[in-house]
């Protein structure tokens, strides 16, 4: 009995390579387990089998059918595999394309707005934002620019008729709507809604009445940053800007402050970059933007006591900085939408 | 504004400063440098003059000469030359060891020929004199010898192109400018000496040569000063005031003119020159310009004037449109021998006006407008009057004429210079402040606990102790701000919901295979009409636009995005994705609403060359893009549910596109679908274009949604049925699904839940009757506390199927 159980192990074992259909297996299967399988009929004759020996022929038995089922189980398996392969049809070919669109990218204007926020994010700004259809009080008056100051001219900024309404634009009293000539209006309404601290950076479109050219547009963007908090000084200005250039532009980055006139800002600062490793900025300062100390004149228009707060306001465009920071020469490129210019920026965008 | 350095150094003595030196000092002193002009020979270090001692020929060479060249030092140089236009004991220019002469050649002492040549004789061409390379420059006259060469060529100067801020009226000049440098330098400043005595009066026996002078309009003109000048002659200026003039592209006209344009550019007072004989009547009348009053003005331009300006008129017209510019009538030409010098203060806001209105800016003007020194104009007066005199010739005429006076500027500003240390953050003596202060003019006075610092009459941009701090950082350097760290507290604040909905939406739609595009937000009224015709046009317009295309607010992204499409289709660039993000405008009742928005569009060419066809992007794309946009705004698209797009005129293609109109109530709307073919065909696109808009008012964004609340969910599993029905063809899916989902829960009662019923099947066709259609769905049972049985969910849902038959019109589908 046991060798006859021996021999139909290695039977079945050299049998099982041989099975390779679904039939085959059903047949081979039931060569050892069906009506008339030797191993049934094995079974059958413990019957016959000396009382004391039929413990331990009876486990025999039991472990020989579960070699068996383990056997046919594996062969199953594999007979599947090869069924569910058929199934595909051929092989891949890993070099052909995908027919899928081609990845889309950010603008790499919003790729550097959302570096620049990124970085200012880190030492504790937060994005604000406010109507691009504003109004002269916070353009303008909040922001110490008088009445006849050239910037308020229609020679360079576009207005809405006197008549014009906005229903989610609140004027201050009864000013002219304009399409905003930077952002610094977000910080106006940020102050007249808030105390301080304020701590915000002010990312978005502007407009202003030029002529389009290589390095003028009427759309521009623009990001403006405010710090109002008691003891805020010029160096901490200095500090915060130093960052940010070496963050954006790369360690070797030297900014430094010229003194420079903003009606809104006393002591005015223009700050320029040097980067070695830029081309556009590599040998000679280039001009980034404005920046200086809030004046008295717009903490007294936003009801905040200038005894009492210091504050910095920054503030420069966010297509300047793509220029330096790719090379580009252009700023029309950006309005464009040309996709061989547009997909030359597919960095992804940490958020 | 130009400045002249040769002219610069009639105030200040830079002999020991660099050009480098200069510019860096104007920028650091906030005055742009944004050119520098070399006239004549340029800045050169180590070229001296030098005199030719001996000249021998070269032993090795026969077009060559080995010379001795005195040079200043104790022992002549030698050096090889190659010319020979010169002779012993001429002056040359002689480039020693060590310079770099123009176009970056540097001087080393070389072998020639066996013969060491230590320095270089130049020809004009080798100093960046012109082209001349015939031969050595031979200086003229006997410059010193070893003196620097540009000691030699008084010609030569350096302009500087700068900006001066609008703040700095009293920088629009060389001494002003002047002051700056001195201050910045730690130089002395030195003013114009003036000759004429104001005090004493000329000769006496003749009164002036006008009658006298009203003001009738003394808000506008508050000091006005008239000298008299008799038998002046009139010729052209000598040369080294036109070389002035010249050097900061001034056009010489005469003697008179051209002192009045240096005292003005020296001192940044205009002054107006009249020929006394052509003011008619003897008399000047400064007052407002009679309402189309007209007057040709020096650029020979006829100008219509309105009351609001201010003019010196004479007794029948006007002379001058007061600070701007006078007529081609009152001119002074070769025939003046009398003449009135005017100097004035005159109201800046209304010089500016008058400026603008008439399209018409002069220097004078420009100061005017900015604001000139109020205690200046009798200076400048006297100033030129000197000049006139000593170029002129002619002789003061009786007394001086004045109406008003001296605005005054007393301004007192009480600071501590802790003020400035606090406010700057980081150290420096009080001497150091103090030191500024008096540099610029300021006076000084310590009082018990802060200081009294009264600016000069010039500054009228200080008032205020921000504006001393300023003063004091700018002189001081702002260069020297040192190097810090961040350091801020930390503040718990959320960005702006437009900022992190565009952040959010962005991304999304990037890695959805969408390109994001910019385009302007101006769009033609045209477009806005043509396609959003339910809008009205004007509240959207713009007062004055600068290009016809660019005249009204956007009221979509779809324009900009179909023009992207456009764009790149004509270049084959391959681009069919494209998406924006930005602000647009919504008329309704007549007002504007500023909205947000984003909208994507899939171009789907006729032909597309692929290996391998994907099935093409369809509305049911676009409805799932719209899901996402939606709940990254947490807007509630659909419970709300879509309507089909029913409106004629619009963009989007009827019976493929649908809409949500909730901006009534929740402030935002959405579109999703096809554009119509004559859309498509208007941007020249070939094939399909499909995609969405969401539109929502910001103020609807953020809105807090409180914290979430974990709710318990079964761990028992579903039991599923399917039940197919037949509809009118017209229903909407979600309408059958909602009564169907109403009606199970019903007939489940408490017993348990139905989770979900979704559509599985859409068909017409064979075995549905025309006008129907029939939807199939999928149930989805569970109960929290146990495995359903068949038997419990077979008499539910039996029951289901009489309550569909007997309550709705729907037929179950066998």
Not at chain 1, 50 to 75: A, S, W
Not at chain 1, 221 to 244: I, N, P, S, W
Not at chain 2, 638 to 652: F, H, M, P, V
């Amino acid at each position: 009995m046991e060798d006859t159980l021996k021999a139909l192990i290695s039977e079945a074992e050299d049998g099982i390579p041989t099975v390779r259909t679904r039939p085959q297996f059903e047949a081979f299967k039931a060569r050892y387990l069906g009506p008339h399988g030797s191993l049934t009929r094995a079974m059958r004759g413990i019957k016959q089998v000396p009382r004391e020996d039929k413990p331990r022929i009876g486990q025999l038995l039991n472990r020989t059918k579960k070699r068996l089922e383990e056997l046919f189980e594996v062969c199953l398996g594999a007979i599947e595999e090869e069924e569910q392969a058929a199934k595909l049809g051929e092989a891949i070919d890993p070099s052909l394309p995908s027919p899928d669109p081609p990845p889309g990218n950010l603008h790499p204007l919003t790729q550097v707005r959302e570096e620049i926020n990124r970085i200012l994010k880190s030492v504790g700004f937060v994005v604000a934002d406010g109507p691009e259809v504003d109004t002269e009080f916070f353009c303008f008056d909040a922001l110490n620019t008088p009445e006849d100051h050239p910037a308020r001219d229609e020679q360079d900024t576009f207005y809405l008729p006197v008549e014009a309404k906005l229903a989610n634009v609140a004027k201050f009293s009864d000013e002219r709507y304009l399409l905003r000539t930077h952002t610094s209006t977000v910080q106006i309404r940020t102050m007249l809604g808030q105390r301080p601290p304020v701590r915000i950076i002010s990312p978005g479109r502007c407009f202003r009445r030029d002529t389009t050219d290589a390095t003028h547009s009427a759309s521009f963007t623009q990001v403006e940053g405010l710090y109002v908090d008691k003891g805020v000084t010029v160096r901490d200005l200095k500090a915060v800007l130093d960052f940010l250039f070496k963050s954006l532009f790369g360690s070797d980055t030297k900014s430094r402050f010229r003194p420079h006139f903003f009606p809104y800002t006393e002591p005015s600062f223009e700050m320029d970059a040097r980067s070695a490793h830029l081309k556009k900025v590599g040998k000679e300062w280039v001009e980034l933007g404005g920046c200086g100390m809030v004046d008295p004149a717009v903490f007294a228009a936003v009801g905040y006591d200038p005894e009492v707060y210091s504050g910095y306001a920054f503030g420069f465009g966010i297509e300047r900085c793509a220029m330096i920071l790719y090379g580009i020469d252009d700023i029309r490129y950006f309005y464009q939408n040309d996709y061989r210019f547009l997909r030359q920026f597919g960095h992804p965008v940490s958020c | 504004m130009l400045i002249s350095l040769n002219w610069l150094s009639r105030y200040i003595d830079l002999a020991d400063k660099t050009v480098e030196e200069i510019a860096h000092a104007l920028n650091m002193l906030g005055f742009e440098v944004e050119k520098v002009r070399e006239t004549g020979l340029p800045q050169l270090e180590k070229v001296v003059v030098g005199r030719v001692l001996h000249r021998d020929q070269h032993p090795n060479a026969d077009r060559l000469a080995v010379c001795r060249v005195e040079v200043g030092t104790m022992k002549p140089l030698q050096i090889v030359c190659g010319a020979s236009n010169y002779r012993v004991g001429d002056r040359v220019p002689v480039a020693l060891v060590g310079s770099s002469l123009p176009g970056g050649y540097k001087i080393n002492a070389t072998e020639l020929r066996g013969v060491t040549s230590f320095g270089m004789m130049c020809s004009p061409r080798e100093l960046g004199l012109g082209e001349d390379h015939e031969g050595l420059l031979i200086l003229d006259g006997e410059p010193e010898i070893g003196a620097p060469i540009n000691q030699a060529f008084p010609d030569s100067d350096t302009v500087f192109d700068l900006e001066v801020t609008p703040n700095r009226p009293d920088c629009l000049s060389h001494l002003g400018i002047g002051r700056e440098l001195a201050a910045y330098f730690g130089k002395k400043l030195v003013y114009p000496e003036l000759k004429t005595d104001p005090d004493r009066l000329p000769p006496v026996g003749r009164s002036a040569l006008i009658g006298g002078v009203t003001t009738l309009s003394p808000d506008n003109c508050p000091n006005y000063i008239a000298y008299s000048l008799g038998g002046v002659k009139i010729a052209p200026s000598p040369e080294w005031l036109q070389g002035y003039l010249r050097a900061v592209d001034q056009r010489p006209i005469n003697n008179v003119v051209d002192i009045t344009n240096f005292v003005l550019l020296e001192l940044g007072q205009p002054l107006h020159a009249f020929d006394a004989d052509k003011i008619g009547g003897r008399e000047i009348i400064v007052r407002q310009a009679v309402q189309g009053e007209k007057i040709v003005t020096l650029d020979n331009k006829e100008r219509i004037l309105n009351s609001d300006m201010l003019v010196i008129a004479d007794a029948e017209k006007p002379l001058v449109v007061a600070g701007v510019m006078g007529s081609i009538e009152a001119e002074v030409d070769e025939s003046t021998v009398d003449i009135v010098l005017e100097s004035a203060y005159f109201n800046p806001s209304n010089i500016r006006r008058t400026s603008r209105q008439l399209g018409l800016s002069s220097d004078s003007s420009y100061r005017f407008e900015r604001g000139v020194d109020p205690n200046g104009a009798n200076f400048a007066a006297l100033r030129a009057i000197d000049l006139i005199l000593e170029i002129a010739g002619g002789e003061r005429i009786g007394p001086v004429i004045q109406t008003g006076s001296e605005p005054t500027v007393e301004r007192k500003i009480a600071i501590t210079p802790q003020y400035i240390r606090e406010l700057a953050g980081f150290d420096f003596p009080d001497v150091r402040i103090r030191e500024v202060f008096r540099a610029l003019e300021c006076g000084v006075r310590e009082r018990d606990d802060h200081w009294e610092v009264e600016p000069p009459s010039w500054r009228g941009d200080l008032y205020r102790p921000a504006d001393l701090a300023e003063e004091f950082l700018r002189l001081y350097g702002s260069d020297r701000i040192p190097d810090t760290p961040v350091t801020m507290s930390g503040m718990d604040q959320k960005d702006a919901p437009v900022a992190s909905l565009t952040r959010l939406h962005s991304q999304y739609l990037a890695n959805r295979h969408f390109q994001e595009c910019i385009n302007y937000s101006l769009r033609s009224e045209d477009e806005i009409s043509r396609w959003f015709g339910h809008f009205e046009l004007d509240p959207l317009r713009l007062e004055n636009p600068i290009a016809s295309d660019q005249t009204h607010l956007r009221v979509s992204l779809i324009p900009g995005l179909l023009d992207a499409l456009k764009f790149n289709r004509a270049r084959d660039t391959g681009l069919e994705r494209v998406f924006e993000v930005g602000k647009i405008f919504h008329e309704r009742d007549g007002r504007v609403y500023e909205l947000y928005s984003v909208a994507f569009l899939a171009f789907i060419p006729e032909r597309t060359a692929s290996w391998k066809r994907r099935e093409a992007f369809d509305f049911y794309s676009a409805k799932s893009i719209m899901e996402v946009l939606a709940k990254a705004a947490a807007l509630d698209i659909e419970s709300i549910g879509y309507q089909a797009e029913e409106k004629d005129g619009s963009l989007w293609l009827k019976g493929h596109s649908a809409q949500v109109d909730a901006m009534a109530v929740d402030g935002f709307q959405a579109q999703i679908g096809r554009l119509r073919f004559k859309v498509v065909k208007e941007w020249d696109l070939d094939g399909d274009v499909l995609g969405g808009s969401l539109e929502i008012l910001p103020e609807k964004l953020g809105k807090d949604e409180g914290m979430v609340t974990y709710r318990p969910f079964s761990q028992f599993p579903t039991a599923v049925k399917d039940l197919a029905l037949v509809v009118d063809e017209s229903l909407l899916a979600e309408t059958v699904r909602r009564q169907l989902g109403k009606l199970a829960r019903q007939v489940a009662g408490k017993r348990f839940d139905l989770e979900a019923v979704s559509v599985f099947d859409v068909y017409k066709g064979e075995g549905i009757p025309k006008g129907k259609k029939s939807l199939a769905f999928n149930l989805r049972f569970r109960a929290d506390d146990r495995t359903l049985t068949d038997k419990e969910v077979g008499e539910v849902f039996s029951a289901l199927q009489d309550r569909v038959e007997a309550s709705t019109p729907y037929r179950i589908r066998n």
